[in-house]
Every structure is written in C-alpha cells, then in structure tokens.
Nanobody, 127 residues
Framework: QVQLVESGGGSVQAGGSLRLSCAAS????????MGWFRQAPGKEREGVAV???????RYADSVKGRFTIAKDSAKNTLYLQMNNLKPEDTAMYYC?????????????????????WGQGTQVTVSS
C-alpha cells in the first residue's frame, strides 16, 4: 500500500500562486508515475499534471504555462507549483500514484491509470 498526503491548498485571489505538496509513504518507489488531478463540484475528476519515472511531464491544456509539476525523490514528495491562478482553477486537488509495475515510462492523464489517491486539498481562487 502507498499512502499519499496532500498539503498546501488554500484561498487566493486571481493572479496569485500556491504550491501543493504530496508526501508519499508505504510501499512507494520513485520509479512510479504520479500526478495531480482536480475535481470541481458537479464535474468529473480531471488530470492536471503528471510525471513519470524519467521526469517527463504532461499538462492539461488549461494549465500549460501556469502550473509546474516536480518531484523530489529523496524526500518522496510530489509538488505542484500553481501560478497566475484563475477562478476556474477552484477545485479539490488530489495526488495520485500508479502501482509499481516496473519503472513507469508513460504519462497517463486519466484517473483509471492510478491506483492510490490522497484525501485531497482544497484550492479556492476568487476574482
């Protein structure tokens, strides 16, 4: 089992920044794929940014140029730096990890490709 704990959410005004963190523990290996997803009220959970074992990243079109995903393998921590936040970024943000199946080389943006989820951290952006 892998445990994921997010932190760093909060309320900001449009144009502001936040940095989310996700601490991983348990049977966690740095070679897994990980990602950030978000879910707004009444909407499906969607991929925001993902990163694979080789630190190759992929972003949703809506956040390209504003969000940056990064990982610190020594600390078993995943980050999401969010700049120039917009009201439409308001959502619960979730960290996810794919089960170890060998070193992960894909960049998966769909929820079905992830096995472990954190409890979420709320991000609210006001205009």
């Amino acid at each position: 089992q892998v445990q994921l704990v997010e932190s760093g959410g909060g309320s900001v005004q449009a144009g502001g920044s936040l940095r989310l963190s996700c601490a991983a523990s348990g049977y966690y290996y740095s070679g897994v794929c990980m990602g950030w997803f978000r879910q707004a009220p009444g909407k499906e959970r969607e991929g925001v940014a993902v990163i694979n074992a080789d630190s190759i990243t992929r972003y949703a079109d809506s956040v390209k140029g504003r969000f940056t995903i990064a990982k610190d393998s020594a600390k078993n921590t995943l980050y999401l730096q969010m700049n120039n936040l917009k009201p439409e970024d308001t959502a619960m943000y979730y960290c996810a990890a794919r089960q170890w199946r060998g070193r992960c080389s894909g960049v998966y943006m769909t929820t079905a490709n992830y096995d472990y989820w954190g409890q979420g951290t709320q991000v609210t952006v006001s205009s």
